[in-house]
C-alpha cells in the first residue's frame, strides 16, 4: 500500500538548477526507515544511487558525482522527499527515481535495499 510519487522533472541547459519532489504515503514508520533516497538511470546504463536521508536525525550521503551539487532534504513531516539539484551537466541526464526501505539496511546505496519505488521523472540536461 506503499506509493511514492515523483515530480519537477523537465528540461535544463547546462549549468542550470533543478529540484525534484517525491510524495511518500503508506504504512511507512518514518521513524524505522533507515534508508529513503534518489536513484537515477540514463539509457542503456544501470540504474544507480544519487544519495539517501535517514528518518532518524536526517543525515544525508551522497554518490561522488552529487557532492557539492546535490542537495536531499525532507519536508511535512517526512512525507515529502526533496532533491535539489545545480550546476546540472549533460551526464545528469536520466530518469530520476526516489525509493523507500521497508526497515533499516546495512547498505543504502544497492538498490536490492529499497522495496517501494516511484515510477520516475525524466531529467534532460542541454549543453
Known amino acids: 500500500q506503499v506509493r511514492l510519487v515523483e515530480s519537477g522533472g523537465g528540461s535544463v541547459q547546462a549549468g542550470g538548477s533543478l529540484s525534484l519532489s517525491c510524495v511518500i504515503s503508506?504504512?511507512?514508520?518514518?521513524?524505522?526507515?533507515?534508508?529513503i533516497g534518489w536513484f537515477r538511470q540514463a539509457p542503456g546504463k544501470e540504474r544507480e544511487w544519487v544519495g539517501n536521508?535517514?528518518?532518524?536525525?536526517?543525515?544525508?550521503y551522497y554518490a561522488d558525482f552529487a557532492k557539492d551539487r546535490f542537495t536531499i532534504s525532507r519536508e511535512n513531516g517526512g512525507s515529502t522527499l526533496i532533491l535539489a539539484m545545480s550546476n546540472l551537466k549533460p551526464e545528469d541526464t536520466a530518469t530520476y527515481f526516489c525509493a523507500v526501505a521497508p526497515s533499516p539496511q546495512i547498505s543504502c546505496a544497492n538498490a536490492g535495499a529499497y522495496a517501494y519505488w516511484g515510477q520516475g521523472t525524466p531529467v534532460t540536461v542541454s549543453s
Open positions: 536521508i535517514w528518518s532518524v536525525g536526517s543525515p544525508t
Open positions: 503508506g504504512a511507512i514508520k518514518y521513524e524505522r526507515t533507515g534508508c
